[in-house]
Nanobody, 124 residues
């Protein structure tokens, strides 16, 4: 099972980063995908999710307006565009996949597959 996140790095506050998550298109056909993040000493928290078609998205309330999730099934890739970054956005960002779409934000324990994370560090 392959989900691979990339694109993390060090950025100054106010800057932008775009994370990518590549996935095996055959394995994950029909799966929804999303991003979670985990800061040191904190629980893993939901960031955003996108439906298999890309037509539906859902965000953590606190991140709406700054983060944008999308996916391109032709490239088997999901993206997370992060703008106006703040030091509190620093975390390891994980991509994940799940089958059942919901109108409520998915929970980490409900994910079917996880990729390895990519570290985002925002300096003040």
């Amino acid at each position: 099972v392959q989900l691979q996140a990339s694109g993390g790095g060090l950025v100054q506050a106010g800057g932008s980063l775009r994370l990518s998550c590549t996935f095996d298109g055959r394995t994950f056909s029909g799966y929804q995908t999303g991003w979670f993040r985990q800061a040191p000493g904190k629980e893993r928290e939901f960031v955003a999710a996108v439906s298999w078609s890309g037509g539906l998205t859902i965000y953590a309330d606190s991140l709406k307006g700054r983060f944008t999730i999308s996916r391109d099934n032709a490239k088997n890739t999901m993206y997370l565009q992060m703008n106006s970054l703040k030091p509190e956005d620093s975390a390891v960002y994980y991509c994940a996949s799940f089958l059942r779409w919901s109108i409520t934000p998915p929970q980490a324990h409900g994910m079917d597959y996880w990729g390895k994370g990519t570290l985002v560090t925002v300096s003040s």
